[in-house]
């Protein structure tokens, strides 16, 4: 088999230690194969790199073991190009596994070009995903501590969720302070409601009689002061993301003209796959890279399994969450291909297949820089003209309407 790489080198990364195989030819022309390992200290990495220049190596082959592979990545980036590949495409022969046999195959693979590197954005990318991602975590932990307190409640008779809509909103927490400085009259504390929920005053007197005691104060006054600090850190990752995004500006305003794509959605769609589509050569890439097309299971004839695989999984949780919201209008080609789907096919599988139209626009979108432009909801009949006028002129005619049709 051809050499594609001579001076190439791979690791098997761990947390503590990295062990490297570097392959290049000697004077007399054979190939050469050096296995040492390094710890994964900033002084051993720098150790690796320079172990790696000696004999020119102009590649680096691991797998993306956790987040094991960053420092690696860091260090190594400044000497020769890294190719970060999936593990589970390359695994060793079964019944050798040691890390100096992963290592040699990783090698080896990569000396002969048989290696795909994964997708690894630009350092401002990679920072920005980290935001997001830690973005999204806090949201999803405000979320947990909603939860809690609506257990709190229950556990003390009061039906403050059965009323008011958000058990954190401005009303319910005026009315959850009023409950923990010692407050216990369900009038009054139902005169604290505002807006709207002034209207249902009688059903908060009901809803706010219970026992709650000094022990369900103290729970919940300590969930309310965990929410405010998370609050208090989602709006400082918000305007972090917001700083980190200003050079990307119009790409993050040609994204937000997708239909169903917000804000948060479009922020995060920039930071997992970025804004250079050139990466991907078409928008099936894209969509393969997610995760978020059918799969391809064919044998002896027989389709199996189509089910769509794991992907990129935050950019995968911002399309679908965008497809949910383009899916409830019914003005727009997005909302027509869902209820096309879903009455077919299923809620479940119509939204993977609305999130894959998103993607698909997104690649158009940032390729082109040009705008999103809708099909319209009656896209599907016009492209069937034909076919629809049959069928609703027989649904007619079986009703007994006659129905002349010009010729």
């Not at 195959?105 to 070009?113: F, P, S, V, Y």
């Not at 009054?188 to 908060?204: C, D, H, I, P, S």
């Not at 894959?356 to 099909?375: E, F, M, T």
Request: contains cysteine.
């Amino acid at each position: 088999m051809r050499t594609l790489f001579e001076r190439c080198a791979a690791g098997d990364v761990h947390k503590q230690r990295i062990v490297v195989c570097r392959r290049y030819p000697s004077a007399q022309g054979e190939r050469v194969s050096e296995i040492r390992t390094f710890g994964t200290t900033t002084q051993e990495l720098e150790s690796l790199a320079e172990w790696l220049m000696e004999v020119g190596c102009t590649h680096f082959a691991m797998e993306s073991t956790g987040v094991y592979w960053r420092p690696v990545f860091n260090v190594v980036e400044s000497v020769c190009e890294v190719v970060l590949v999936n593990a589970y495409h390359v695994k060793v022969v079964p019944g050798r596994k040691t890390d100096v046999k992963d290592c040699e195959w990783l090698a080896d693979l990569l000396e002969h070009g048989l290696l795909k590197s994964s997708f690894i954005p630009p350092q401002p990318f990679r920072e920005l995903r980290e935001l997001t991602r830690y973005r999204k975590t806090l949201i999803r932990e405000r979320a947990s501590e909603a939860n809690r307190i609506q257990k709190v409640l229950e556990t003390a008779n009061i039906k403050l969720a059965s009323v008011a809509r958000d058990v954190l909103g401005a009303s319910s927490r005026a009315m959850l302070k009023a409950l923990i400085a010692g407050e216990r009259d369900a009038g009054v504390l139902a005169e604290l409601a505002r807006g709207t929920l002034r209207n249902k005053r009688e059903q908060l007197g009901s809803a706010l009689s219970g026992r709650f005691s000094e022990h369900h104060g103290f729970l919940i006054g300590q969930i309310l002061s965990h929410v405010e600090e998370l609050d208090r850190h989602i709006a400082e990752c918000d305007a972090r993301i917001e700083a980190c995004l200003r050079p990307f500006v119009a790409e993050l305003t040609l994204t937000r003209t997708i239909t169903g794509v917000g804000e948060r959605n479009g922020q995060v769609l920039l930071a997992e796959a970025g804004v250079n589509m050139a990466r991907f050569p078409t928008a099936s890439h894209l969509a393969s890279w997610v995760g978020i097309c059918p799969g391809n299971n064919e044998s002896a004839g027989k389709h199996k399994s189509g089910r769509i695989r794991k992907g990129n999984v935050w950019c995968k949780a911002a399309l679908v969450e965008a497809a949910w919201c383009a899916a409830s209008r019914r003005d727009t080609y997005l909302g027509a291909l869902f209820r096309r789907l879903s009455r077919r096919r299923g809620p479940k599988r119509a939204i993977v297949a609305v999130a894959h139209a998103i993607a698909v626009a997104l690649w158009h979108v940032l390729s082109k820089k040009q705008p999103y432009r809708d099909l319209g909801p009656d896209h599907f009949d016009r492209i069937d003209r034909e076919r629809l006028i049959r069928l609703h002129t027989h649904a007619l005619r079986r009703l007994g309407v006659p129905v002349p049709i010009a010729a």
